[in-house]
């Protein structure tokens, strides 16, 4: 790949843009090219993909995508950068310029993307809203089909933990609802500018055919069983069946044991109790 952006070359368009990288926006720029080389191959995009990018700030990773992908959407809310994002593209791989689109929008709030169907997710999400962003565009862009998202370590091992794990919890399950999802790779520190204080990982996903079932109250039941997760379903799902004993049937409706807690539920499970009709 050539055009891609060299630590100084990030550096530098932080400092024309008088940038300060903040918190409150997750912002923790890729300076590695390598890195960049790695998340392209590992995401398998190709010249038939439409790529979504949330947060591509300097457009590090953007450039990547763009050398192997049909077309790149680029989801950024800082408008500065949203700006700055098609100028850093024609300046550096200007035959890709074309392939490129620029949506100023929170992803918290994107229901759909401008011009062909998107095809596959490829991003350095925020850490502080990685899972819900993830969650959004499984949700609200069901033509995508294949992903591969950078997020802090930990968020990574919630997102792929199985039932029974310590690390399993309502991100695992949800994401579970709409896609095979796995761990790609770990990523260290200083790779980004500025270095977070915590490691990197890689979650890529598969979209599959969700359990029978409405998502929105399998959802409501995985909040409730996650709500008190060191409580039995029988007195953790009280609230949203009307009672324990409203629970207990529910779940002996569903072949659930009401003593079990949430985390040994896979997401079929859920979906089979949410399924049971209230008396």
């Given at each position: 790949m050539t055009g891609l952006l060299s630590a100084a070359d990030v550096r530098a368009l932080a400092t024309a843009l008088d940038l300060r990288p903040t918190k409150a926006l997750g912002q923790n720029f890729v300076i590695d090219p390598n890195t960049v080389r790695r998340l392209v191959r590992v995401a398998g995009v190709g010249v038939d993909d439409v790529v979504v990018e949330v947060g591509p700030g300097l457009g590090s990773l953007t450039l990547g995508l763009l050398e192997v992908a049909q077309r790149v959407v680029a989801v950024e809310v800082d408008p500065r950068l949203a700006a700055q994002l098609p100028t850093t593209v024609a300046l550096q791989a200007p035959e890709l310029a074309a392939r490129l689109e620029v949506v100023l929008q929170d992803a918290l709030t994107l229901t759909g993307v401008p011009g062909p169907a998107p095809t596959a997710f490829v991003a350095n999400l925020p850490y502080n809203v990685a899972v819900?962003?993830?969650?959004?565009?499984?949700?609200?862009?069901?033509?995508?089909?294949?992903?591969?998202?950078?997020?802090?370590?930990?968020?990574?091992?919630?997102?792929?933990?199985?039932?029974?794990?310590?690390?399993?919890?309502?991100?695992?399950?949800?994401?579970?609802?709409?896609?095979?999802v796995r761990r790609a790779g770990a990523i260290g520190r200083n790779v980004f500018w500025p270095a977070p204080n915590v490691d990197s990982g890689l979650v890529a996903?598969?979209?599959?055919?969700?359990?029978?079932?409405?998502?929105?109250?399998?959802?409501?039941?995985?909040?409730?069983?996650?709500?008190?997760?060191?409580?039995?379903?029988?007195?953790?799902?009280?609230?949203?069946?009307?009672?324990?004993?409203?629970?207990?049937?529910?779940?002996?409706?569903?072949?659930?044991?009401?003593?079990?807690?949430?985390e040994v539920l896979g997401v079929e499970d859920f979906a089979r109790l949410a399924a049971v009709p209230r008396d």
């Open positions: 819900p962003v993830l969650l959004r565009l499984l949700e609200h862009l069901p033509s995508l089909r294949t992903g591969l998202v950078m997020v802090q370590a930990e968020v990574a091992d919630r997102l792929v933990a199985g039932p029974g794990s310590k690390t399993y919890g309502i991100p695992s399950v949800k994401a579970a609802w709409y896609a095979d996903f598969t979209r599959r055919e969700p359990p029978p079932g409405d998502r929105a109250e399998t959802f409501a039941v995985v909040d409730a069983a996650f709500a008190q997760r060191r409580k039995t379903l029988r007195a953790a799902l009280a609230g949203w069946a009307g009672s324990p004993a409203a629970a207990e049937a529910r779940l002996r409706a569903a072949g659930i044991d009401p003593s079990a807690r949430g």
